[in-house]
T-cell receptor, first 115, second 109 residues
Framework: IAGITQAPTSQILAAGRRMTLRCTQD?????MYWYRQDLGLGLRLIHY???????GKGEVPDGYSVSRANTDDFPLTLASAVPSQTSVYFC??????????????FGAGSRLTVL | GQNIDQPTEMTATEGAIVQINCTYQ??????LFWYQQHAGEAPTFLSYNVLDGLEEKGRFSSFLSRSKGYSYLLLKELQMKDSASYLCAVLDSNYQLIWGAGTKLIIKP
């Protein structure tokens, strides 16, 4: 089934540890995104990539980094995790960016707890 | 600043009709989206409006008034499986999506 695969599904992490959340899509979408979702808040964009080889900062990029070496993969790295990064992380993709009817397809999410 | 407002929670009865409102203030407008998110799952696309008026898709309809900065999602013949959060999002002038916090819809038998 075409879509987005995220791993891990859930993780408990000690503060200060490095963590990479993996995201792979098989739809050949150009654009990919990382969001975090916290109770009572809307989805917030962390980083995005309009096409392979390029990345950009979203609304809340501090403490996170991404890379886009190819079309399919878009990993998110927390260099030194802090408790405020406890959240549910969603990877998403769209056929193209910077256009109107830009429908996002989301992965199932990664629930991260930083202690 | 940019802002999307929608009610935090709504309750409705199975078989009834419910309207979920969304008001927005954004820098520019390139369309409004509604997504459905069941608890513990990913959001899934429901509708996209860029012109004023009503778009109907089965039991779900979405309305947009750009002059009022207002949209609503109308759900008819409610089913228990419609219990979910409904997210409103606006594409601003830079083609960035601004998300509301979502409306949790509880359906009672």
């Amino acid at each position: 089934i075409a879509g987005i695969t995220q791993a891990p599904t859930s993780q408990i992490l000690a503060a200060g540890r490095r963590m990479t959340l993996r995201c792979t899509q098989d739809m050949r979408h150009n654009a990919m995104y990382w969001y975090r979702q916290d109770l009572g808040l809307g989805l917030r964009l962390i980083h995005y990539s309009n096409t392979a080889g390029t990345t950009g900062k979203g609304e809340v990029p501090d403490g996170y980094s991404v890379s886009r070496a190819n079309t399919d993969d878009f990993p998110l790295t927390l260099a030194s995790a802090v408790p405020s990064q406890t959240s549910v992380y969603f990877c998403a993709s769209s056929e193209r960016s910077l256009s109107g009817a830009n429908v996002l397809t989301f992965g199932a999410g990664s629930r991260l707890t930083v202690l | 600043g940019q802002n999307i407002d929608q009610p935090t929670e709504m309750t409705a009865t199975e078989g009834a009709i419910v309207q979920i409102n969304c008001t927005y203030q954004t820098s520019g407008f390139n369309g409004l989206f509604w997504y459905q998110q069941h608890a513990g799952e990913a959001p899934t696309f429901l509708s996209y409006n860029v012109l004023d008026g009503l778009e109907e898709k089965g039991r779900f309809s979405s309305f947009l008034s750009r002059s009022k900065g207002y949209s609503y999602l109308l759900l008819k013949e409610l089913q228990m499986k419609d219990s979910a959060s409904y997210l409103c999002a606006v594409l601003d002038s830079n083609y960035q999506l601004i998300w509301g916090a979502g409306t949790k819809l509880i359906i009672k038998p």
